[in-house]
Every structure is written in C-alpha cells, then in structure tokens.
C-alpha cells in the first residue's frame, strides 16, 4: 500500500493507482484467464493471434517433417544431410515456443493439441514409406519456401497493427528460413 512521507497509508494514492490499473487496457481480462499485456486493441489481438495460430501449426509440422526424413535418410551423403536436417529440425523447432507465447502474451489463444496442429497446419504432411534423399530436400525447400511466404503475411498483419515486438521476431524467423531455403537450393539444384 502507498504511504505519505510519514510512513501511514496513502488511501488517494491506492485508489488513483486501483482506477489506472482499472482503466489499463495493459491489464484487460480478455477471455476469462488470459491478461493483454501489450497495448493493443481487441481487433489486433483477435488479428494476430489468428495469423500465429496456423503459423504454429505449420512449424510444428515442418518440424516433424524434417525430423521425419532426418530419421529416414540413406544413401552416400547420408552423413550430411542427417547432420543438416538435424540443425533444421532445431533451428525450427526452437521458434514453437516464441510462437505461442507471443501469442499468449498479447492475450490471444494458441495451439492445445495435435488434433489443432492437424486443423490449421498448412505444411503437407508426408507418410510415404520411402522418399528418396532429392525429394526429401526438394519437399523440404519447398516447404521452407511457403513458411517465407506465410511468415511474411503475418508479419503484414502484425505490422498493419503495430505491434512491433511480434514484426521483429517474425523477421529473424524469415531470414532463418531463408537460410535453409538456400542450403536446401544449393544441394539439390
């Protein structure tokens, strides 16, 4: 509790404090247990939690994807390429929990289950038996490519938004998925 100068409670000084923390749209209950903690309107949240929630979903698949063909790598240059798609696979699946936590951290919801990753992933998943090491990174490429491109819109929208914290994390995640684009292009073409 605030206090004068003296050392006895303040009671103007909590009660200006309770009504700021009552006005802070910082501090707006949105969906009965999440917070806003950042300043941005209802719309922008609803906005941009609907972009990273399909985002999600589509890391996670591209994750196991390149896990997927990381254990199912054979022929000459298995070494290689198994150590490559390893550093992918971290490198991609270290952005997850950005992902949703910024989206928790703007107040919105994210993924809950394999069953959602399922529903919103756009990443094709591939269950084919066996898959040759070219078409395993050419898939892969491709796949990186059209995270660049879904990246880059939501980037739009968080931009169109404002909200900044969000835009500078979906631009380092951009040139890291440039990157294994080109890694990717470099082996196959």
């Known amino acids: 509790m605030p206090c004068d100068c003296m050392g006895a409670p ?4 909590e009660d200006h404090t309770m009504k700021t923390r009552d006005a802070s749209p910082l501090l707006k209950r949105t969906n009965g247990n999440s917070k806003v903690t ?13 972009v990273l929630r399909p985002l999600l979903a589509d890391v996670f698949a591209l994750y196991l994807k390149t896990k997927n063909f990381h254990w199912h790598m054979a022929g000459p240059h298995f070494r ?5 798609l390893d550093e992918h696979a971290e490198q991609i699946y ?32 591939n269950n084919k038996e066996f898959v ?21 819109a939501a980037h739009e929208v968080c931009d169109k938004h404002n909200d900044v ?17 080109w890694f990717l292009s470099q082996i196959i073409d």
């Open 94 to 125: 270290g952005m997850t929990d950005d992902i949703a936590e910024r989206a928790r951290k703007i107040g919105g919801m994210t993924i809950h289950s394999i069953s959602e990753i399922a529903r919103y992933q756009r990443v094709k998943d």
């Open 38 to 50: 950042a300043s941005l309107g209802n719309k922008a949240v609803a906005d941009i939690s609907g």
């Open 165 to 181: 914290a969000t835009t500078s994390l979906i631009e380092t995640w951009i040139d890291e998925t440039e990157r294994r684009t």
């Open 132 to 152: 040759s090491p070219e078409d395993m990174l050419t898939e892969l490429r491709d796949d990186n490519g059209h995270l660049t491109e879904s990246l880059r």
């Open 10 to 13: 303040n009671q103007k000084s």
């Open 80 to 84: 290689d390429y198994h150590l490559l």
